[in-house]
């Protein structure tokens, strides 16, 4: 068998499990009801509503940070 051939075979392999992978995600979508779908969706947007309320972290001062890497360039 020439190489080409052999290459050919595993190319035409890799499209079959591909699509297999791709069927099985998808059966999994459409065993959701509409329901649960609509629930996840707002229990994802609550969460994503928090974390944007969240003041955000203090910004260091470039002062503060340059103290910070002589610190690590100077510890034993």
Known sequence: MRW???LG???AAGVVATGA???RGERRRRAYTPD???EQLHSRFAQ???VE???PP???SRLARAR???ARRFRR
Do not use: F, S, T
């Open 9 to 11: 075979l595993a190319g």
């Open 58 to 60: 203090a910004a260091e």
């Open 68 to 70: 910070a890497a002589v």
């Open 48 to 50: 994503a509503a928090e």
């Open 21 to 23: 992978v791709v069927v």
């Open 53 to 55: 309320a969240a003041p």
């Open 36 to 38: 649960q779908v609509r």
């Open 4 to 6: 080409w051939k052999v």
